[in-house]
């Protein structure tokens, strides 16, 4: 499966923005999807996961309650809502795609990734 990664930008603190990642090939809705970032002089690290099926989603504690993961597997993206913006959500957002029966919470778990996109956020 191959990925694209697109919506990102630059934001005023407390503003929103919405990420989107298509996925091209077939199965989309077998892949379980997570959202990663790299902000300047860091790892890259976990955002957000969702199943499969949407069932069940997971987010990490830095951005519970203003990012929102969702799937449309009709239309073979995932996205990711992110509001209430705040400087250090600054950096490049990935997408990566994993079959199996659940996500992973670390890179390694992933097969397919998508190029990534930059998103900054102005204090």
């Known amino acids: 499966v191959q990925l694209q990664a697109s919506g990102g930008g630059l934001v005023q603190a407390g503003g929103s923005l919405r990420l989107s990642c298509a996925a091209s090939?077939?199965?989309?809705?077998?892949?379980?999807m997570g959202w990663f970032r790299q902000a300047p002089g860091k790892e890259r690290a976990i955002v957000a996961t969702?199943?499969?099926?949407?069932?069940?989603?997971y987010y990490d504690d830095s951005v519970k309650g203003r990012f929102t993961i969702s799937r449309d597997n009709t239309k073979n993206t995932v996205y990711l809502q992110m509001n209430s913006l705040k400087p250090e959500d600054t950096g490049v957002y990935y997408c990566?795609?994993?079959?199996?029966?659940?996500?992973?919470?670390?890179?390694?778990?992933?097969?397919?990734w998508g190029q990534g996109t930059q998103v900054t956020v102005s204090s």
């Open positions: 990566a795609a994993r079959p199996g029966l659940s996500p992973s919470r670390r890179e390694y778990g992933y097969d397919y």
């Open positions: 969702i199943y499969w099926s949407g069932a069940s989603t």
């Open positions: 090939g077939r199965s989309f809705s077998t892949y379980n």
